[in-house]
């Protein structure tokens, strides 16, 4: 199906093709994947009649989170029952919406649990293009001056259980993806030119059939997965840290190849994407009842027993993906709003205390200029200084709630609420 598009003036559509420090937010979690802004003049507070610049509303159904290059936000779309699936793109300054595009037609979509959406996956962002995906559903290149579609692929397989939820990230000329749902699990790397295929590796644990307690497995939840793929650099080489639902993974980013891994019988159902540091990958093992495990970088084939450093078992994120600064690391639990401080070498608890205003927390915090900011199902945006001892800074609420993850750029805060988008600034 060809997409809609709107047409404006050449300068509203001029996108910054040698962007700024602090000025773009291309990828889930940001520039780095890791969730850290170098942006500076951010607002601490705010309410519906303090500090935002504009309110937009959006259609449908969606989680993903906004993504910002220069002058355009985008965002995916899909209706509820998941059979129209699209992007929009928002004006940066005006918050006026420039392109809603209709991408994908699904018959009979899959099943996706009530906690997640059919547009969950965040897009990834660059000068002139973006790529979006949906899964199995489809993934597409469109043009960001004219919305036209570049290219799309809706033959890469994958039952994804529970909904899809895995956003891609970008490495050089490829476009990098996980699938790992109930059929098949493997990662892909496309052209991101054409959507041709450079690579595709296949999950190599054996996931059997059994749960840790001898019981027959009879759903997909074992072998389903949510995480983002992450690229790292290492002994001065790029390298792709891959979460899955049994292990966490180091590939090649060139051919695929698996470097190592360690392997987690316990849990399952990876969603938090990992963050590095410190000669570290810190990664959380399941959806349920998870453990967060400091895994030392090197090393070849099975690492569990030789590079695992510490591991934590209390208050450990299922949903949001911590935050790392410096010799310290900060997670949040999804249903308590518990935030954790670590020591990010050994593991030990330096803090732990419950952030202000109930609800749930779907989204990942971000830090900027030594703060961290949260946002919850409920509407509420706290923040708080990162550091050795706990100090809330500001107890935000708007209407509304947030499962997506905030986009920091310039000098503003651009969160979306399940119903609209906002630019927070002073």
């Not at 919850?376 to 550091?387: F, P, Q």
């Amino acid at each position: 199906m060809k997409p809609k598009f709107v047409f404006l003036t050449a300068a509203l559509l001029a996108v910054a093709a040698a962007p700024r420090a602090g000025e773009n937010w291309p990828q889930f979690r940001g520039p780095t994947g890791q969730g850290v802004a170098d942006a500076t003049g951010l607002p601490v507070t705010w309410s519906e009649t303090e500090n935002v610049k504009w309110k937009t509303p959006l259609k449908g159904k969606a989680w993903s989170s906004p993504v910002v290059w220069g002058a355009q936000i985008w965002v995916t779309t899909a209706t509820e029952d998941g059979r129209q699936l699209g992007a929009i793109a928002v004006d940066r300054e005006s918050g006026r919406i420039v392109h809603e595009l209709a991408l994908f037609t699904v018959e009979q979509p899959q099943y996706a649990d009530k906690f997640n959406s059919y547009g969950s996956p965040t897009p990834v962002l660059e000068a002139g293009r973006v790529y979006v995906t949906f899964g199995s559903a489809g993934t597409a290149c469109l043009d960001t001056a004219t919305g036209k579609l570049l290219w799309e692929r809706r033959d890469l397989p994958c039952n994804h259980w529970r909904g899809a939820g895995s956003s891609p990230t970008l490495w050089e000329n490829l476009l990098i993806m996980h699938f790992d749902g109930a059929d098949h699990q493997y990662v892909v790397a496309l052209d991101k030119r054409t959507g041709r295929d450079v690579w595709r590796t296949n999950r190599s644990v054996d996931f059997q059939d059994l749960t840790p307690e001898g019981k027959p497995i009879r759903d997909g939840d074992f072998r389903k997965a949510f995480s983002s793929p992450l690229v790292i650099t290492h002994d001065g080489k790029p390298l792709l840290i891959s979460a899955a639902s049994k292990a966490t993974y180091a590939y090649n980013l060139v051919d695929g190849r698996e470097l190592w891994r360690v392997e987690e019988r316990k849990h399952h159902s990876g969603t938090v994407r990992p963050v590095a540091g410190n000669g570290f990958v810190y990664t959380a093992t399941g959806l349920a009842r998870g453990e967060l495990w400091a895994v030392r970088l090197g090393g070849k084939g099975v690492v569990t027993d030789s590079h695992v450093a510490w591991k934590v078992t209390r208050n450990v994120p299922n949903r949001p993906s911590p935050v790392l600064t410096g010799d310290l690391l900060f997670m949040v639990d999804q249903d308590g709003g518990v935030v954790t401080c670590l020591e990010a070498m050994t593991g030990k608890e330096v803090w732990k205390e419950r952030l202000p205003g109930a609800g749930s927390y779907s989204s990942s915090p971000v830090l900027a200029e030594g703060r961290l900011y949260f946002f919850n199902e409920n509407g509420h945006g706290t923040v708080i200084e990162a550091g050795r001892a706990f100090k809330v800074l500001a107890a935000n609420k708007l209407d509304g709630g947030f499962m997506a993850s905030p986009a920091v750029a310039g000098r503003a805060l651009f969160v979306r609420s399940k119903t609209h988008l906002y630019r927070l600034e002073k």
